[in-house]
């Protein structure tokens, strides 16, 4: 995939997921020329090794120009990962500094959806919009924003935390520590916690199945796996999960007012069970629908790659620190 942008230099990026670290180098026209990961450090004394780990990993991808890294959780505009949910023992740990001791040069650190939102709005289903928001649909629910063609990441740094807007006081409680998040609805782990509930009472057999006939084991591929059949329970659970995507889409709006949703992360194999029923819906919870143009709602097109794509971009946009 190329895009139409042309950088400057060979640039590498890194995202570091919960299991996996992820590298990619582009060379100037935007093309990934080439891509290694290796398994992310975890335990109480993980954070020297993941700093070997991002340094091996650069070196590996023939860091000549800048180096971008992607990493779960609260980034300060320095660099510093304040709190991540992925990672063990994590409490103001300067990644950006601890890379620039070891390797030199220009280097930037951000949220991992931050950097995903980047490669979409530079190189993906964004490129040319000047008013987008990614909305991440994983595990959890993470996010960006770019306004006016520039990326906002607001006044500490952690803009796009999308997934923590309570849309239901009294729901189920989130890893955060409150109850009702949009994530826990609207999520992979959301979809699944849906399709639990609606196994009560015999119902979603198919679903409950390809679960190995264990309701409380049901997760979002056996929904996936059972609507593709032509499951008519399944497709309902997808609905409903379609409405709750559609009602942080339309809080989002109201807020931000944007031209495009690009909805990326493990959820967007799935784009062509899940995107009719939110734009449809989408369409009925936005606020005056009929006075206001309706903003576009694509998939990603970067899939597993936007977050690594989007670091390695990142430094060209907003140096370093950003």
Known sequence: MTGAGVLPARRVGIDVGGTKALGVALDATGAVIAEDRRPTPRGVNSLGPLIDVLAELAESLGLEGSLGVGVPGLVTHEGVLRAAPNLDGVADFDVRGLLVD????????DNDATCATVAEWQLGAGAGVDNLMLVT???????????NGALQRGLNGFAGEFGHMVVHPDGPRCPCGRRGCWERYASGSGLAMLAREAATGR???NVVRLAGGDAQAVRGEHVQAAAREGDPEALA????FGRWVALGLSNLT????????????????????????????YGELLYQPDLRPMPRVEFA????????V????LPGICGAPC
């Open 310 to 313: 989007g670091a390695a971009l």
């Open 237 to 240: 659970v997808i609905d409903d």
């Open 137 to 147: 649909l994983g595990t959890g629910i993470g996010g960006g924003v770019v306004s």
């Open 102 to 109: 070891r390797l030199g040069g220009q280097i930037v650190v």
């Open 203 to 205: 119902r979603l057999k």
């Open 301 to 308: 097109e970067w899939g597993p790659l936007a977050g690594a």
């Open 254 to 281: 109201n807020a931000f007012d944007p031209e495009m949703f690009v909805l990326g992360g493990g959820l967007a194999s799935g784009a062509d069970l899940y995107l009719d029923p939110i734009v449809r819906w």
